[in-house]
């Protein structure tokens, strides 16, 4: 069992990250988090009123994700991001180019 102190941070996750081509296309609505993120955070600093209380995953793949999870919750202190900040940009940044390079025209050689 957890003793005072002994939390000092707590990464409420949320499932896997939706989004994207090969993202979770099941798990939580946006909309239902910020009562659970409060409610693992209450009970977190419970144990440790200086824990920091930080999101992950699960449907806050955007920061239009993680902004509406800050400003819904009462006890969350930040947004921890992974595939997030990487996966989703580099999907849309490699099929952007692929698409440039498929529009390239040109005189096919004789």
Known sequence: MAGRGS?????CHLGL???????AHTGRKLEECPKLVDE????????????????????VAEPQ???FILRSTKRCH????ASSM????TERAMTDQTRRFKSIAFDEAS
């Open 40 to 59: 693992w955070a209450e009970a977190a600093l419970d144990v440790n009123p200086e824990a920091i209380i930080l999101v992950h995953g699960g449907p």
């Open 17 to 23: 990250t939706a989004g994207g081509t090969i993202g």
């Open 7 to 11: 939390l000092a941070g707590i990464v």
């Open 86 to 89: 990487e996966r989703p940009p």
């Open 78 to 81: 930040g947004f921890y991001g």
């Open 65 to 67: 994700d993680a902004e």
